[in-house]
C-alpha cells in the first residue's frame, strides 16, 4: 500500500501564493509513475489542475496556465504545486493523485485527503 499526504493549504489574498506539498510513502518498493493535483470547489465536479509524469512531461489545465507549476523531487517522492497569482475561483479542495507502480506492476491510483486552499480577501 501507498500512502499521500497533501500540506500547504491555507488562506491567501488574490495575488498571493501557496505551495502545496505531495508526499508518497509505503512499504513495498514502489514507484511514482505520474503526479496530478485535482481540486473540488463546492457543488462543482473534481478537475483535473496539474499532472506530471515520471519523465518529467507537465500538462495544466487552461484556466491554471501561466500560475500554477507542478514540480517533483524523486529522490523524495514528494511532489509540489506552486500556485502564483492566486484567484477567488481557485478556492476548493486540493487533492493529490499517485499513479503507482510496486515491483514493476502497476498498482494503481492513491488519493490524498486533500488540503482546503481558499483565496479571499
Known amino acids: 500500500q501507498v500512502q499521500v499526504v497533501e500540506s500547504g493549504g491555507g488562506l491567501v489574498q488574490p495575488g498571493g501564493s501557496l505551495r502545496l506539498s505531495c508526499a508518497a510513502s509505503?512499504?513495498?518498493?514502489?514507484?511514482?509513475?505520474?503526479i496530478s493535483w485535482y481540486r473540488q470547489a463546492p457543488g462543482k465536479q473534481r478537475e483535473l489542475v496539474a499532472v506530471?509524469?515520471?519523465?518529467?512531461?507537465?500538462s495544466y489545465a487552461d484556466s491554471v496556465k501561466g500560475r500554477f507549476t507542478i514540480s517533483a523531487d524523486s529522490a523524495k517522492n514528494t511532489y509540489y504545486l506552486q500556485m502564483n497569482n492566486l484567484k477567488p475561483e481557485d478556492t476548493a479542495v486540493y487533492y493529490c493523485?499517485?499513479?503507482?507502480?510496486?515491483?514493476?506492476?502497476?498498482?494503481?491510483?492513491?488519493w490524498g485527503q486533500g488540503t482546503q486552499v481558499t483565496v479571499s480577501s
Open positions: 493523485n499517485a499513479d503507482v507502480s510496486i515491483a514493476t506492476a502497476r498498482a494503481g491510483h492513491y
Open positions: 506530471i509524469t515520471d519523465r518529467g512531461s507537465t
Open positions: 509505503g512499504r513495498s518498493s514502489f514507484s511514482i509513475n505520474a
